[in-house]
T-cell receptor
Framework: GQNIDQPTEMTATEGAIVQINCTYQ??????LFWYQQHAGEAPTFLSY????GLEEKGRFSSFLSRSKGYSYLLLKELQMKDSASYLC???????????FGTGTRLTVIP | DAGVIQSPRHEVTEMGQEVTLRCKPI?????LFWYRQTMMRGLELLIY????????DSGMPEDRFSAKMPNASFSTLKIQPSEPRDSAVYFC??????????????FGPGTRLLVL
């Protein structure tokens, strides 16, 4: 079976750092994706982790622990435009479909 | 690259009518996915194709929903007859599947469907 848990909503202040957590139970787990979705728009790819550890891409970093079934997305130097939903998704070995969590809606306030 | 193209962008119809949603994947991609997104249920996979062949349609809600991919550059999702509970945003996504590789999916802009 598959299950993904993320907080439903988070609020953070402009210029701050926020960490969005994701826990998963996925049979045949292969890797974990993070997507960003602004209101009324399509999801866009942010990151993909297969190996344990932290991967950094500018202001955004993503971490994976395969043994703990845990990932987080770290956003630094928050900007107002970072207000969006952040979707955690897993893929499985031998299958090319993704299973998405319900997303975390992040609101950045001045 | 134009990205994934979907049409129409918005559709308002009456209950009982047939609705056809269209998708053109990114050129060179060999996998295509249809999703439905609602506030209550989030993003749900309806069906996906690999090399134009349907692989998993277990997410298709019921027989009123059907999807086809007649060639590598075109797919349709049809709802007949439509019902108010089908109101949602329908996304098409495509990816290139390489053996053992990352399969990032790229999403189209979506079709906002409202069934009255």
């Amino acid at each position: 079976g598959q299950n993904i848990d993320q907080p439903t909503e988070m609020t953070a202040t402009e210029g701050a750092i926020v960490q969005i957590n994701c826990t998963y139970q996925t049979s045949g787990f292969n890797g974990l994706f993070w997507y960003q979705q602004h209101a009324g728009e399509a999801p866009t790819f942010l990151s993909y982790n297969v190996l344990d550890g932290l991967e950094e891409k500018g202001r955004f970093s993503s971490f994976l622990s395969r043994s703990k079934g845990y990932s987080y997305l770290l956003l630094k130097e928050l900007q107002m435009k970072d207000s969006a939903s952040y979707l955690c998704a897993t893929d499985q070995t031998g299958a090319n479909n993704l299973f998405f969590g319900t997303g975390t809606r992040l609101t950045v306030i001045p | 690259d134009a990205g994934v193209i979907q049409s129409p962008r918005h559709e308002v119809t009456e209950m009982g009518q047939e609705v056809t949603l269209r998708c053109k994947p990114i050129s060179g991609h060999n996998s295509l996915f249809w999703y439905r997104q609602t506030m209550m249920r989030g993003l749900e996979l309806l069906i996906y194709f690999n090399n134009n062949v349907p692989i998993d349609d277990s997410g298709m809600p019921e027989d009123r929903f059907s999807a086809k991919m007649p060639n590598a550059s075109f797919s349709t999702l049809k709802i007949q007859p439509s019902e108010p509970r089908d109101s949602a945003v329908y996304f098409c996504a495509s990816s290139f599947q390489a053996s053992g590789g990352e399969e990032t999916q790229y999403f189209g802009p979506g079709t906002r469907l409202l069934v009255l």
